[in-house]
């Protein structure tokens, strides 16, 4: 039986990471959860789990009001409160489903205290992978992906020999705007960028879907995760979103994993702890994968990803100012602050501007998250 905490349950990964632990009563316990600002959510969810004890949200005001509601319930709020319930709450997982970087110092702190981290927040490995993986060296806790394109990874190496792997394909759907040339998309609103074919998720991630910065992350965490190199993974368009990854191997053999694009089954492996069944479809050419279609990944119509990967190979703080600076300008375009191409003119600025540190210490990088931050939205106030 693992007593789990959840960050982020009124999110897309939340929510389904709930429906995981409520179909399998006997091997979860929740015993406290986060989230927002999104309070109207707590009374069904401490009605579908009565075994919660420990909350934290991310207003004062109604961690106040909580207390009064439920006193019986340890109430925290705030970014030091996210801290505190894993520091406090007797749980031996942790769910870390918060977005952007608000999730890394959650994810060090569930580390440093023996957690089993069950981890859907990108950004703990795209700024703090040195961080976490020096954790994991000094036997800290352990490390399990929940993004689906990590958990297909992590499924195939486990079917094959280290030695045999060529390289790694990740499949990338191409966005709202898979379709769109880079001249169409000068004029594109927040609403058209929202619309993902395929996917549902969170608007943050929707529109790093759309410039695909989300798949430069995803690289850089497949590099921390497996130790592969970002050179021997090779991004590929794939409209449909059913062929989560494949590798390569040696001998020209692909392996894939193939399944309806919904994060129950990722969420799932990792919960489960990898003790799920697995059989990789094999194949000799990506043709064999019909009826499914596959393209080659233009970095001409998707300069974000280059943008990504030079970053990660500079290392030292560069992760920090890249997504700093991507996430300041992702929600200035969620509020119609800039066009949507600006997104990528204010990733490069903040890299060509904020000065490098070659190994920057977990406050170091908070200190520069929030620096890039100040930088970016004065750049585009002026």
Aim: aromatic fraction near 6%; include cysteine; hydrophobic fraction near 40%.
């Amino acid at each position: 039986m693992r007593n789990v905490l959840l960050l982020g349950a009124s999110g897309s990964i939340g929510t389904q990471s709930l429906d995981i632990l409520e179909k399998h009563p006997e091997r979860f316990t929740l015993r406290g959860f986060s989230l927002g600002k999104r309070v109207h959510m707590i009374p069904d969810f401490l009605k579908r789990f009565p075994s919660v004890e420990y909350l934290c949200v991310s207003q004062a005001e109604d961690a106040e009001n909580l207390r009064k509601k439920y006193p019986n319930l340890k109430i925290y709020h705030g970014d030091e409160g996210l801290v505190s319930i894993i520091e406090e709450c007797p749980c031996d997982m942790v769910v870390n489903a918060l977005v952007g970087f608000a999730g890394m110092v959650p994810s060090v702190t569930a580390l440093r205290h023996d957690r089993i981290l069950c981890l859907a927040n990108k950004e703990s490995l795209v700024v703090g992978g040195s961080i976490i993986n020096g954790l994991l060296r000094e036997g800290k806790g352990r490390l399990l992906p929940i993004d689906s394109e990590h958990v297909a990874i992590a499924k195939l190496l486990s079917c094959i020999k280290r030695e045999d792997l060529s390289r790694i394909l990740i499949t990338a759907s191409g966005g709202s705007f898979r379709n769109k040339s880079r001249a169409e998309l000068t004029h594109v609103t927040r609403d058209d960028a929202l619309a993902h074919p395929t996917w549902s998720m969170g608007a943050k991630i929707t529109i790093d879907s759309a410039t695909m910065m989300n798949k430069g992350f995803e690289i850089i965490e497949a590099d921390v995760l497996f130790g592969i190199g970002v050179d021997r993974v090779t991004p590929l368009m794939h409209a449909e979103s059913y062929v989560h990854s494949l590798i390569e191997l040696r001998d020209g053999t692909l392996l894939a994993d193939i399944s309806k694009p919904d994060m129950h089954g990722p969420i799932e492996y990792a919960l489960m702890e990898t003790e799920v069944d697995f059989t990789p479809v094999k194949a000799k050419s990506l043709s064999d994968y019909a009826p499914y279609h596959f393209h080659a990944f233009d970095p001409e119509r998707y300069p974000a990803v280059g943008i990504a990967l030079d970053s990660h190979r500079r290392g030292g703080n560069s992760n920090a100012i890249l997504n700093a600076a991507n996430e300041a300008a992702v929600y200035a375009f969620l509020e119609n602050r800039i066009p949507f191409l600006q997104i990528e003119e204010e990733v490069r600025y903040a890299l060509d501007t904020l000065p490098f540190m070659a190994e920057p210490s977990l406050e170091d990088l908070i200190a520069v998250d929030k620096k890039t931050r100040r930088v970016v939205n004065e750049h585009i106030g002026g």
